[in-house]
């Protein structure tokens, strides 16, 4: 079998690809820097001169060719490398006829439980309530919490002030809480939005609502940074949906900085590696979250990850396709039971794109170019 052709498929703020055999299969993938589509377009099309003709099934030295070819890497680079990746394992597992899982060593589990990671922020205490309360009626049994500052900044700035900033993110939680019970899990998303000191402030006045994970409570940039938060705060910490290599997480893990790990497999290099963070983690003793916060491919290739590794946390099912958002953007929706995902059987990673998914779904590259700003005006971490 030979690679044939590679082509791109725009649809809402996700980049597809595609990529052809002689044998008639074709494999489907998805990258993961949404911010800058374009160029990652761009980086997939210089790798497409390479790939034709090659054998699919070698994904591995593929994956290390394009990683080791040129001098540069970063986020554009191995979110082409990820889509790839991605479309060649499904490539792979369509010829043999299994889903990709089986090739990760098979089924550790029957179902991959998920929580709701919901888009939308208010600082309305009772429309925060009464909408996680719909969450566990609609089955969800865990959702993330936004604890990333107000909305918009009011009162002359006072919410962002560190003793009222942390008292609001500890309402918000308070409230939540109190409207689902303790048969409810949350994830405290703070966006990288907050200081050591406010992340260690927050971490541990929300102890007493048992929250599952507090992601990101600071940027991921000074590993050294996040090791002390997590020190001395009694939250699990969730860190690396940023990174966009193997080797980063070995140096958060071995720093003790999390207790969750976060891989994107849309920009960290595909399910080769985050098959093998994976299982650096399980080394580690430290659980995974695979990051997912794009279209149905991305969900499906976690999905894969996620039934074949001991070792999972618990999955992200991204906001834009709850109550069945985009479900026409594939030919057979991905299903939710019960607070779980149903594992997909087809083969390969179990989804196909619509034929009409660019149609019904125009292209909408999400993200700009202006950063948020605090009371005074001065720029802060998205």
């Known amino acids: ?47 497409s001169s390479y790939l034709i003709g090659r054998d699919p099934f070698r994904i591995e030295d593929i994956n290390q060719n394009f990683y080791r070819s040129v001098y540069f890497r970063g986020s554009v680079i191995m979110s082409a490398i990820s889509a790839i990746d991605i479309a060649l394992w499904d490539i792979k597992g369509k010829a043999l006829g299994v889903p990709v899982y089986e090739l990760l060593g098979g089924k550790t589990r029957e179902k991959i439980r998920v929580y709701a990671s919901v888009m939308t922020k208010t600082d309305n205490l009772e429309e925060l309530a009464e909408g996680y309360g719909k969450l566990k009626e609609q089955g969800f049994t865990a959702a993330k919490i936004f604890v990333n500052g107000p909305v918009k900044s009011g009162n002359d700035g006072r919410d962002e002030f560190f003793c009222g900033r942390v008292e609001e993110e500890l309402e918000k939680v308070r409230v939540c809480r109190e409207a689902v019970g303790y048969d409810f899990d949350f994830i405290l998303e703070a966006h990288r939005g907050m200081s050591v000191p406010e992340a260690v402030a927050f971490g541990r006045g929300v102890e007493k609502y048992r929250p599952m994970v507090f992601e990101d409570p600071i940027t991921p940039d000074n590993l050294d940074s996040m090791a002390e938060v997590a020190g001395k705060v009694h939250v699990p910490i969730a860190t690396g949906e940023r990174f966009t290599n193997l080797k980063e997480f070995e140096m958060v893990m071995s720093r003790h900085a999390c207790q969750y790990v976060r891989p994107d497999v849309c920009a960290v290099g595909g399910i080769t590696t985050s098959k093998k963070i994976c299982a650096l983690a399980e080394a580690n003793d430290v659980l995974v979250i695979p990051h997912n916060p794009l279209g149905p491919v991305s969900t499906a290739a976690c999905l894969q990850i996620c039934a074949s590794i001991p070792n999972l946390g618990i999955q992200e099912l991204p906001g834009f396709c709850l109550n069945g958002a985009e479900d026409r953007m594939v030919k057979e929706p991905l299903r ?8 997909p059987e087809g083969p390969g990673i179990g989804v196909e794109l619509a034929e009409d998914a660019q149609e019904l779904y125009p292209a909408a590259e999400r993200g700009s170019n202006e950063a948020k700003r605090g009371f005074d005006g001065a720029v802060k971490d998205w």
Do not use: P, Q, S
């Not at 082509?7 to 494999?27: M, P």
């Not at 939710?336 to 594992?343: H, K, L, P, S």
């Open 1 to 47: 079998m030979k690679i044939t052709d590679v082509k791109l498929i725009y649809a809402k703020h996700y980049l597809f690809v595609h990529i052809y055999t002689d044998e008639g299969i074709v494999g489907l993938g998805e990258a993961g820097n949404w911010g800058y589509l374009d160029a990652t377009a761009a980086a997939v099309r210089k790798f």
């Open 336 to 343: 939710f039971e019960n607070g779980c995902m149903v594992i």
